[in-house]
């Protein structure tokens, strides 16, 4: 996994707001348990909107999980955490890694060492699900020269503490290794101060690897979906939702 300085975490929540859908996704299917761990929890976005008794959640960025914190109030269990080593000394009835959190997991040894932290704390016949961009079709287009090293594009405009930034973005894309490093810049518009920048490493698994991943941590039924609605994969789909049993 990552190693880089922690992105400011105003700057990442206020950017990195979810996927379309996956609010009501996730409610719809842990509708009815009695107890969710959310790996990667960030600020707490959608542990928010679960209506479960014992709600869990953990992450290594110390600014997110103190968002968190003041978003969920005390009736949830924040966790200072490696996703590939935690252990927590109870299992759940569901365990979700949304938000394309798989990708931060950078070669396979990090992948088996997750799925294998799931599986130890699922309960019998609990589901772990997760939620990605669909990289197969980017792997199959997306040439290195594609994607300049050197190119910023324009991305949008967000607010934080009434300060509004304009960011940028670049990438840098290895297929070898199936990396893509992103940067984001966020340029003050209001005040002269030097611009923030965040970088996000991830690896762009393919289908077949990640259902390869969850089968050989001993994850059954391994269904993936094309979106939230849970639709077939197809080469339209721009998301994939994956589950497997315990």
Request: glycine share 10%; net charge negative.
């Amino acid at each position: 996994m990552t190693s880089l300085p922690p992105y400011p975490a105003s700057l990442y929540a206020a950017l990195h707001t979810g996927t379309e859908g996956d609010l009501a996704f996730y409610a719809r299917e842990c509708a009815g348990v009695s107890s969710v761990l959310e790996l990667g929890c960030g600020d707490g976005r959608v542990l928010q909107v679960l209506d479960v008794p014992h709600r869990a959640g953990l992450d290594l960025h110390g600014g997110l999980l103190e968002a968190a914190g003041a978003r969920l109030g005390p009736g949830v269990q924040l966790h200072t955490a490696d996703m590939r080593t935690f252990e927590l000394g109870r299992r759940f009835e569901r365990i979700l890694l949304p938000f394309s959190g798989v990708y931060c997991m950078l070669d396979d040894e990090d992948i088996a060492a997750c799925f294998g932290r799931v599986r130890a704390h699922l309960e019998p016949g609990g589901v772990f699900i997760l939620d990605a961009y669909r990289a197969d079709g980017f792997h199959a287009d997306c040439e290195p020269e594609d994607v300049g090293d050197d190119d910023w594009s324009e991305l949008t405009v967000i607010e934080v503490d009434g300060q509004p930034y304009t960011v940028f973005e670049r990438s840098r894309w290895r297929p070898d290794t199936q990396r893509i490093d992103v940067t984001y810049r966020h340029v003050p518009l209001t005040q002269r101060t030097a611009s923030v920048d965040g970088r996000i490493e991830q690896r762009y698994l393919l289908r077949h690897q990640l259902e390869g991943h969850l089968a050989d941590a001993g994850l059954r039924d391994v269904e993936v979906f094309g979106g939230f609605d849970r639709r077939p994969v197809s080469r339209a789909s721009e998301h994939w939702v994956a589950c497997a049993r315990g």
